[in-house]
C-alpha cells in the first residue's frame, strides 16, 4: 500500500526524504554558546535524531526523527498560517470576538 501511495503522489517520494540535521556542536559554535572543546561530553550525551525540516517560510527544526521531520513540513506550516490568520483578526479589530483558538 505504501509503494502504491508513493507512485501514486509522486512529489512524497521527495518529501520521504528529510535532510540531515547540522551538527548541534556548531550551531552553537555560530551563536557563541560554546567554543572549541567546551562541553564535548555534553553534546554526546543530548538526544535528538538525526534529521531536520525546513519550511517553506524558512523555519528549521533540527534533529527530530525522520517522522518529525515529515510532518512537520505540513503541520508547522498550517501552524504559522493559523497564528497569521489569528493575529490579522486581532489587528482589524476583531479581537474581542475571539473566544478561543484552537490548533
Known sequence: MC???????VEM???KKPPKAR??????MAFGI???????EEDEEEVG??????????QIRNRCSIN???????????????KM??????????GDRLLNFVH
Request: net charge negative.
Open 85 to 94: 490568520a489569528g493575529w490579522n483578526l486581532v489587528y482589524n479589530g476583531y
Open 23 to 28: 551538527s548541534i556542536k556548531l550551531s552553537k
Open 49 to 58: 535524531g538525526d534529521f531536520m525540516a525546513v519550511l517553506p517560510c524558512g
Open 3 to 9: 509503494d502504491a501511495w508513493t507512485n501514486t503522489f
Open 68 to 82: 518529525a521531520a515529515c510532518n512537520t513540513q505540513f503541520q508547522g506550516t498550517t501552524a504559522i498560517g493559523a
Open 13 to 15: 517520494q521527495q518529501h
Open 34 to 40: 560554546q567554543g572549541p572543546g567546551q562541553d564535548e
